[in-house]
T-cell receptor, first 110, second 115 residues
Framework: DTEVTQTPKHLVMGMTNKKSLKCEQHMGHRAMYWYKQKAKKPPELMFVYSYEKLSINESVPSRFSPECPNSSLLNLHLHALQPEDSALYLC?????????FGSGTQLSVL | AQTVTQSQPEMSVQEAETVTLSCTYDTSESDYYLFWYKQPPSRQMILVIRQEAYKQQNATENRFSVNFQKAAKSFSLKISDSQLGDAAMYFCAYRDTSGTYKYIFGTGTRLKVLA
């Protein structure tokens, strides 16, 4: 069982919707990540929260916005997404010696 | 900039046999970590094995072992006694110790296990 919990596991949304993905880790790690993964491709880094500092992959569009309420929680707010944003969204945490992933949210944008 | 290359898009192995997946990387750093991740059809990413660059001894986890050649910047994964449950995508990944906490992934190798 993973110690990184993601909800929901599946999400279908329209292009005008606003939704949020949630991630929680119970390992005391100080870095949390959002990755986007298309089928048969490696994960692409979107955001890193490390010691309360946010690092952004500058290619990520502004319709994705992260929020880190505390060191155990990481949310990803979604607004006005496009069909090409359909993908598996993976949350991970780390203390530097490896990423520990949640089971992902499979997102479909209609 | 650091890069990670997996030159084998797909590999096949007979059940109970041994297979080696290749990974090369490029970095100017001397201290870093290397990883192999497994992603089965469930798409859960699982950390298989980790190697710290300053350690000369190759890491081993049960049937999984690595051949770490620092000078050649090579980091291959050997799976012994392959099982049907080993069928998955395998990603090689790199992280340096500069404090950025960023991981770089290779493009992956799909491993098929034949009964």
């Amino acid at each position: 069982d993973t110690e990184v919990t993601q909800t929901p596991k599946h999400l279908v949304m329209g292009m005008t919707n606003k939704k949020s993905l949630k991630c929680e880790q119970h390992m005391g790690h100080r870095a949390m990540y959002w990755y986007k993964q298309k089928a048969k491709k490696p994960p692409e880094l979107m955001f890193v929260y490390s010691y309360e500092k946010l690092s952004i992959n500058e290619s990520v569009p502004s319709r994705f916005s992260p929020e880190c309420p505390n060191s155990s929680l990481l949310n990803l707010h979604l607004h006005a997404l496009q069909p090409e944003d359909s993908a598996l969204y993976l949350c991970a945490s780390s203390q530097g010696q490896g990423l520990f992933f949640g089971s992902g949210t499979q997102l479909s944008v209609l | 900039a650091q890069t990670v290359t997996q030159s084998q898009p797909e590999m096949s192995v007979q059940e109970a046999e041994t297979v080696t997946l290749s990974c090369t990387y490029d970095t100017s750093e001397s201290d870093y970590y290397l990883f192999w991740y497994k992603q089965p059809p469930s798409r859960q990413m699982i950390l298989v094995i980790r190697q710290e660059a300053y350690k000369q001894q190759n890491a081993t986890e049960n049937r999984f072992s690595v051949n770490f050649q620092k000078a050649a910047k090579s980091f291959s994964l050997k799976i012994s006694d392959s099982q049907l449950g080993d069928a998955a995508m395998y990603f090689c990944a790199y992280r340096d110790t500069s404090g950025t906490y960023k991981y770089i992934f290779g493009t992956g190798t799909r491993l098929k296990v034949l009964a």
